[in-house]
């Protein structure tokens, strides 16, 4: 909360934003939560939503008004209402070593093969959709429904791992 009266200047508004914050986190918590469905997320909003408050403290009346909490309500509703449009327009996809992939199977007696083949699925995919197959980072991303970030970073991994392979087999 110290964080928040630091944004205010006089003592009668601190006051009023400490009376709001008490009286007012727990609905918050609870408007937020029920629209993103998702602890951490609500918690995030209802941090914004102070902050705008603390920007505005001017504009709240009586901290126990009806017309104030309405005013908090809608805040926070706007708050979670733009937080759940973020990410509806940008899916969050988990990077994991472990999600499935295409099984691999090469004929020839080499070591860079041996240690490709040793690679976790999603890693070989990558290696073999890159430099195997010819596709850029972007074609990478697109095929396996990434961003082009994840998909970067996703390739920077798998070469780094296949360098590890490929040392431990004594060959580098």
């Given amino acids: 909360m110290m964080i928040y009266l630091q944004m205010i200047d006089t003592p009668e508004d601190r006051s009023k934003f400490e009376q709001l914050y008490l009286e007012y986190r727990g609905l918050m918590f609870y408007v937020a939560n029920k629209i993103l469905h998702n602890e951490q997320d609500a918690e995030d909003v209802v941090h914004q939503a102070f902050l705008k408050v603390a920007e ?3 504009k709240t009346g009586d901290p126990k008004c009806p017309k104030t ?3 908090i309500v809608t805040i926070v509703e706007n708050k979670a209402i733009d937080l759940y449009r973020r990410r509806q327009k940008r899916q969050m996809v988990e990077l ?3 999600l499935p ?6 004929e020839g007696e ?3 093969t041996d240690c490709v083949l ?3 699925a999603r890693y070989r995919e990558v290696i073999l959709l890159r430099y195997f197959q010819g596709y850029s980072v972007k074609e990478v991303a697109a095929i396996l429904g990434l961003s082009l970030s994840a998909a970067s970073k996703l390739d920077q991994r798998a070469k780094n791992r296949l ?3 490929y040392e431990k087999e004594g060959k580098l």
Avoid: R
């Fill in 118 to 120: 040793k690679l976790p």
């Fill in 56 to 58: 505005n403290i001017e």
């Fill in 101 to 106: 992939g295409v099984s691999a199977v090469y």
């Fill in 163 to 165: 360098k590890d392979l």
């Fill in 96 to 98: 994991s070593d472990e």
């Fill in 110 to 112: 080499n070591t860079l």
């Fill in 69 to 71: 909490q309405s005013y």
